[in-house]
């Protein structure tokens, strides 16, 4: 199908995820645009359209006043353009609008004006966004599409500089056991990039003007212990889809991170560190480096065998419409090889940021003189439940959970366990998502601060039992976190949907706040 504007998706939910590329336009103008590594010289305008659709962006520092404009970009076959404004001015708002023309038509088209920042100069006041576990899959369980796209309404209304998405955004683990099983129609490299599509579609509301930084969660399957067994191309289609559909960070003059590219995937963008302003951000990813599964996968309870049922082609409500595919073998025949596959070890040490990460998170930690220093990753150790509860643990606090401390034969060349590391250099707040739940947690000076969801309409305080203190909230919602040179203030955003605003519950009110000097 072949329209003027740009391609966008309907809000329909992975059920019906098949029909995602032929849906129509959203918003006015159809604009599909995720902003992302912006530097204090330049930032990416990525663009979601039809095959060949030429696209340039003129830009500048006044509203309506667009002094520069950038050559013209042609989309590629996956419907992307990368478009990279160049030679900014550090520390300065810019507006920019995009033109585009679609392939055979006469006529070019004029986006909306949207706007950014580029880097923040020191004792700049901004402010950023955190979200964590969306999980689109779970449609009617604990996500609504509507109340996601009024979210992220709110957030467009912050306009904050900068958006953390903390993983299980871009779920495909509920298609692993029929994959594993022979039925190649359940997991293909355009069904993956339907998911990462999907998100574009609510997380473009406010991305047009606030780049975005997405980070791997367990349930992205973004893992090396995939690597090199029938579960091999999952990771593989994952990475593929996050560089396609979203302009991650990699190492250049701006940016640290993971300078070592996979085959079929390239750079990964998975960690990665930046300063803006009087703070510095760290992004870390214990999935890709840990060689070992140390939690269930799949959507399949424990991994076991024993299960005694076998996966059908509607497994977590994500296979609507796929079937049943060509030669898929009786569950009773591979149940023992996949639960030796996707059965957790028994030793958490496995669960790893690896070496080569926690050196380069020791550096930049120890090289950076921001005042404030904040870390982000999908969850302590990258499994179980809770916060400070496992900050103590293997890799991030050096003790097993029989309080054995094992950290210096575990890891014999790390000068510390990862919390340790984190006091000794003054890092303000730790952020994570993965039990979708408000919690504001402390440690050794340092705020564990757990991350709702941003479209759970059912507002329940999950794995409230996992946390043993601190202070706890239902879900919906964002954090908003304003950063000045005096202090550091977090906000709790509530979010609701029209019919829920009950009780004194009301859209976008402020549900927790603290600050931090």
């Known amino acids: 199908m072949r329209t003027k ?25 159809g604009e599909n645009i995720i902003l992302g590594r912006p530097t204090d010289d330049s930032i990416v305008v990525h663009v979601l359209a039809e095959t060949g659709t030429d696209v340039f962006v003129e830009y500048g520092e006044a509203s309506g006043r667009y002094g520069n404009r950038t050559d013209v970009t042609e989309s590629s076959l996956d419907g992307t353009a990368e478009v990279v ?3 900014l001015d550090a520390n300065t708002a810019y507006f920019y609008r995009i033109h585009y023309r679609a392939v055979d038509d006469l006529e070019s088209h004029v986006g909306e004006e949207h706007s950014f920042w580029t880097q923040r100069s020191k004792g700049s006041t901004f402010s950023f966004g955190v979200q964590g576990d969306s999980h689109p899959e779970r449609l009617r369980q604990m996500y609504s599409p509507d109340l996601y796209a009024r979210t992220m309404e709110r957030v467009a209304g912050d306009r904050p500089d900068l958006y953390f998405m903390l993983g299980d955004d871009f779920s495909i683990s509920n298609q692993l056991p029929n994959y594993f099983q022979g039925d190649r129609s359940t997991l293909t490299q355009n069904f993956v990039d339907d998911i990462y599509i999907n998100q574009r579609r609510f997380l473009g509301i406010m991305a047009n003007s606030t780049a975005l930084f997405p980070v791997n969660g367990n349930h992205e399957e973004a893992r090396r212990s995939l690597l090199g067994t029938p579960l091999h191309d999952a990771s593989i289609f994952a990475g593929r889809a996050r560089n396609r559909y979203f302009p991650v960070p990699t190492p250049d003059d701006f940016y ?14 998975d960690y990665f560190a930046f300063e803006w302003g009087d703070a510095l951000f760290i992004s870390l990813d214990p999935y890709w480096h840990s060689p070992r599964v140390t939690e269930p996968i799949g959507g399949m309870g424990t991994g076991s065998a024993s299960l005694g049922q076998q996966p059908s082609a509607n497994v977590g409500g994500m296979g609507v419409g796929m079937g049943m595919g060509q030669g898929i073998k009786p569950w009773a ?11 957790p070890t028994g030793n958490l040490w496995h669960s790893t940021i690896g070496d080569v990460q926690y050196e380069w998170l020791k550096r930049a930690l120890e090289e950076s003189d921001a005042r404030y220093k904040f870390v982000f990753t999908h969850h302590v150790l990258g499994v179980g439940r809770g916060g400070i509860e496992r900050a103590t643990r293997y890799e991030w606090g050096g003790y097993t959970d029989e309080g054995v401390w ?22 303000t707040i730790f952020f994570q998502a993965h039990d979708h739940i408000f919690v504001r947690q402390e440690l050794d000076g340092i705020i564990y601060q757990s991350v709702p969801n941003p479209a759970d309409d059912t507002y329940t305080a999950r794995n409230r039992n996992a946390y043993l203190s601190g202070d706890a909230l239902d879900n919906s919602g964002y954090l908003n976190v304003l950063v000045s040179p005096e202090q550091v203030k977090v906000d709790y955003i509530r979010s609701y949907l029209p019919e829920h605003e009950l009780g004194g519950r009301k859209h976008g009110e402020i ?7």
């Not at 640290?256 to 963008?269: K, R, S």
């Not at 034969?409 to 006091?423: A, G, S």
């Not at 549900?511 to 000097?517: E, N």
């Open 5 to 29: 504007t740009f391609i966008a998706f309907l809000s329909l939910g992975l059920a019906a995820i098949a029909a995602i590329r032929s849906s129509a336009q959203i918003g006015e103008g």
């Open 85 to 87: 404004l160049k030679d």
């Open 256 to 269: 640290t991170g993971n300078p070592e590219p996979v085959d079929g995937i390239g750079l990964l963008g």
């Open 333 to 343: 025949e591979i149940a023992d090889d996949w639960a030796a596959l996707t059965r």
């Open 406 to 427: 094992e950290f210096n034969k575990e890891r014999p060349h790390w000068e510390l366990p990862i919390h340790q590391l984190m006091v000794k250099h003054d890092v």
């Open 511 to 517: 549900a927790y706040s603290y600050l931090v000097d």
